[in-house]
């Protein structure tokens, strides 16, 4: 149907070297998990895997439903209602997006144990061992379930609102119409339009729980990606690790696959003669304020609290004082390396994408689906996967240079820190393909076929039409992937060049000393680098209500 | 499309000369990859540099190292690699990173039993593993690590997870002493007097024992100095407990090693060695042992004050390369007696 043209072909070429570049990392350690590893695994599925596979089911399952609920209800409020405080609201919601999950794990231990906040403060009225008592025990499954969800819905959030708020008013009000109330319009009209979102929202926050090591391993949660760790670091079987992510690889894959079977007849493009969009419910009184004190809660525990404890640590450790000056250079390594990546895989994601989009193939679809499972590796894996083919262009170069006679340029790709960023890419491409994948499945093709019809060519209709209409997915994939780097601890620890800090190796540094709240500050700088964008995406992502 | 692959360009030479490439070798430099934290290290290669002139690099994250080693093949800019724990020097020697330090300083200075019998690794100070006991409830001045199966410590014991390192090392060299059969018996002993799911660290096992929730926890020596010297906020927790040094019967206290490694392609050898040399000098013993509270490995080197005040330490005689050689097995009976669950 359509005609491959120079920059078809070029998309198609990126989307195909997209491809091999987050494969390369994948195969190197599907080539680790060919060397044998005796011993390792018939422990492992005697007294490991029945245990950490339930433990691992249960956390996915607890903090996915948590955050789509959370995620969900406060996109739906605020995409779809006008209230007193929204505006505010608008760009508090995304903010625990800041939060890594590890750091919300060592606040909430600290302000719910023994001797902590809560405790002494209970203390005042009970004795000592009943306030003890009528603590909740965070390092517990739903502990962890709850720590995370808080801290990971705004994955969903953003999704979400990008669907809620460019849905047809044509259906809202055909279902008004009918007599449906606005609970009815949601369940049977928002809701099931929202799908594709709400299901690239929690599969980003599944992916992120499985990845996550330190909450987990700190609140007690034996996960697979734990089971990796100790499977390599105990036992120093590193094949035996590299099977066991190929396993945990294996039923990603098995998830995505179900999950696109499972709506494999919805059409989610809205239709073409409806671009009017719906206009927000006003809430007033006593619904408004409860819409709003409904969306500012998880705002306060997911983001706040965190933040109100680190600034006091902070401040109660003279840190403010004191500045350590060596955090301005470290911040400037996160937000240069964060920035470069979150630009590459942007461009990357989109292209590939587009490349299918043009000219749906078989190729181009394996490219598509290759492009996300970065995000299925725990970041060591991948970085470790990473060392093998990185090194190897490395030291390809250096044997040229010496077969010229050069003197040796070193490790370039390690050594300048180009390794870092080609890890957060390879990492975080799922990001923005998911987004604008989801973004381009509200795009009816009779508008690229339209475009045709008046002699637009592929890129002008990309330029005038797909462009425009995908800002909010890629703003929105530009903030998760840009703060998703800025707090990625494992791959940046292993990659990164002689004397390179970024702040999160550096709250690094105090936490596996036991003592984070010495590294409070660099969190805190760490929250501060990402309120900018998110609030710049608000800005610009919150479309005028009412017809357009 | 023009704009965007002018975009993509700009971007991937930014990546090349945004951060520039640290020359592997130099002279008076030496490239230090380390599992310690930089920030503890850092005065310790201030005063190297100060005392040498050699500048030193550094690289420092939680695991993988010897991994990029390997991955950096010959043109590995890693002169030394300094560990945390007897486990990562393991790891090293087995991926083929390093090779023997061949030197009189370390041969007569740091006592056989904490040196690799190849020479490929050294010790350079050492943390014993060790008992938080509740002040007021626990009268004990001595326990045996035999003793913590005994089942009058019943809902008493906290502890982090069985297969976090620290730990590990510990059943390790129970399980080098006794056997697989004994050591299992052992662990499933402790499991049963666990007051609750292993999880934190060191020092929640301190503040669990200040808060009553258990009466002893097991932790690294240097932790209560932490605690105790360094953070007010959780000096309460230091001081609702006493250090015990335990020892295995007819045995010593458990220790642990950092250790240092020299690199199989060191571009700056001789300035590698160097640093490896002084760091068990005097000047650095001292260093380490007050800014880390862990014990010199070099004999004449005064223990810190509080460490001191735990009571005259016994090293077990264990051949910490017999500890590391059981290092796997231990962790399999961890799994096996479902000890973290």
């Known amino acids: ?548 | 499309m023009i704009n965007l692959r002018a975009t993509a360009a700009t971007a991937a030479l930014l990546c090349l000369t945004a951060f520039g490439a640290a020359p592997a070798s130099a002279d008076g430099e030496v490239n230090v990859y380390t599992y310690r934290e930089t920030k503890l290290i850092q005065p310790l290669f201030d005063a190297f540099t100060k005392d040498t002139g050699i500048k030193v690099n550094v690289v420092s994250a939680s695991s993988g190292l010897e991994q990029r080693m390997k991955a950096e093949g010959a043109n590995s800019p890693a002169d030394v690699l300094l560990t945390v724990d007897i486990g990562r020097m393991d790891e090293a020697v087995k991926a083929e990173v390093t090779q023997p330090i061949k030197s009189m300083v370390i041969d007569e200075i740091v006592p056989a039993q904490y040196r690799d019998p190849d020479g490929h690794w050294a010790g350079i100070s050492m943390r014993a593993r060790v008992i938080y006991a509740s002040k007021d409830r626990v009268k004990q001045d001595k326990i045996t690590y035999e003793e913590l199966a005994d089942p009058k410590w019943k809902g008493k014991i906290c502890i982090r997870s069985g297969q976090h390192i620290y730990n590990n090392g510990l059943f390790a060299a129970y399980t080098a002493k006794y056997g697989e059969a004994k050591a299992e018996e052992w662990l499933r002993g402790v499991k049963a007097n666990l007051a609750q799911k292993p999880s934190g660290g060191d020092r929640e096992a301190a503040r669990d024992v200040a808060a009553g929730k258990c009466d002893i926890g097991i932790g690294n020596t240097y932790y209560w100095a932490l605690m105790m010297n360094n953070d007010p906020e959780k000096k309460p927790w230091a001081e609702a407990t006493k250090v015990i040094l335990p020892t295995f019967e007819g045995g010593g206290t458990h220790v642990n090693l950092s250790g240092v490694l020299l690199a199989k392609n060191a571009p700056n050898k001789a300035n590698g060695v160097k640093l490896i040399e002084w760091l068990v000098g005097d000047k650095a013993q001292q260093i380490y042992a007050d800014s880390n509270y862990e014990y010199p490995i070099r004999a004449g080197v005064a223990v810190n004050p509080t460490i001191a005040g735990y009571g005259k330490l016994t090293a077990d005689p264990l051949p910490i390369a017999k500890i590391a050689a059981n290092r796997k097995a231990a962790s399999t009976l961890v799994d096996k007696v479902g000890f973290d669950n």
């Open chain 1, 1 to 548: 149907m359509t005609r491959t043209t120079r920059s078809g072909r070029i998309a198609a070429s990126i989307a195909v070297a997209t491809a091999i570049l987050v494969a390369a990392p994948v195969i190197s350690i599907i080539a680790l998990a060919m060397q044998p590893a005796p011993d390792v695994w018939q422990p492992l599925i005697e007294y490991v895997l029945p245990r950490s596979l339930l433990d691992t089911a249960l956390l996915l399952g607890g903090v996915g439903a948590l955050s789509l609920a959370i995620g969900t209800g406060t996109a739906w409020a605020i995409s779809l209602h006008e209230f007193r405080g929204r505006a505010m609201l608008l760009w508090l919601v995304p903010l625990p997006l800041a939060i890594p999950t590890y750091l919300a794990a060592y606040v909430y231990v600290d302000l719910f144990e023994p001797l902590g906040l809560v405790h002494r403060t209970l203390a005042v009225w009970l004795p000592l061992q009943d306030a003890v008592r009528a603590l909740p025990n965070l390092r517990s499954l739903p502990g962890a379930i709850i720590v995370i969800a808080l801290v990971l819905y705004p994955y969903v959030y953003l999704s979400a609102r990008t669907m809620f708020q460019f849905q047809s008013a044509e259906f809202a009000e055909a279902a008004k119409t009918l007599g449906a109330g606005r609970w009815t319009t949601f369940w049977r009209i928002s809701l099931p339009m929202a799908r594709p979102a709400l299901a690239v929202g929690t599969a980003l926050v599944s992916l992120e729980t499985l990845n996550d090591i330190g909450a987990s391993e700190y609140l007690g949660v034996r996960t697979l990606t734990v089971s990796v760790f100790t499977t390599w670091l105990n036992r120093g079987s590193l094949a035996g690790a590299a099977q066991l992510s190929c396993f945990m690889l294996a039923i990603v894959a098995g998830l995505i696959a179900i999950e696109r079977y499972g709506r494999r007849n919805v059409t989610t493009e809205f239709s073409a003669e409806s671009p009017r969009l719906t206009q927000r419910t006003p809430l007033a009184g006593i619904k408004g304020g409860l819409a709003f004190a409904a969306c500012l809660l998880p705002v306060c525990l997911g983001f706040l609290v965190p933040l109100l404890y680190l600034a006091h640590q902070s401040f109660k450790r003279g840190l403010f004082a004191n500045f350590d000056m060596a955090l301005w250079r470290d911040a400037f390594n996160s937000i240069a390396f964060a920035s470069l990546a979150t630009l590459t895989a942007l461009l990357l994601g989109f292209a590939t994408i587009l490349a299918w989009r043009w000219r749906p193939s078989r190729l181009r679809f394996v490219a598509m689906n290759i492009a996300q499972l970065g995000y299925t590796l725990p970041g060591l894996v991948l970085a470790l996967g990473l060392l093998a083919p990185v090194l190897a262009i490395d030291n390809a170069l250096n044997t040229l240079a010496a077969s010229l006679g050069q003197s040796l340029p070193g490790l370039i790709m390690v050594g300048s820190g180009a390794a870092v960023v080609i890890a957060y890419v390879i990492r975080f491409l799922a990001v923005p393909t998911g987004f604008i994948k989801a973004g381009f499945e509200r795009i009816p093709r009779d508008y690229d076929d339209s475009a045709r019809a008046v002699g637009a060519g592929q890129t002008t209709t990309m330029r005038l039409i797909h462009l425009p209409l995908l800002r909010p997915a890629m703003l929105g994939a530009v903030i998760v992937v840009f703060v998703d780097c800025l707090k990625e601890l494992p791959a940046t620890l292993l990659l990164r060049p002689l004397n390179v800090e970024t702040l999160a190796t550096s709250i690094y540094q105090y936490a596996s000393r036991g003592s984070f709240e010495e590294g409070a500050l660099a969190a805190l700088l760490i929250v501060a680098a990402s309120i900018g964008p998110v609030a710049w995406l608000t800005r610009f992502s919150d479309i005028p209500s009412g017809p357009a």
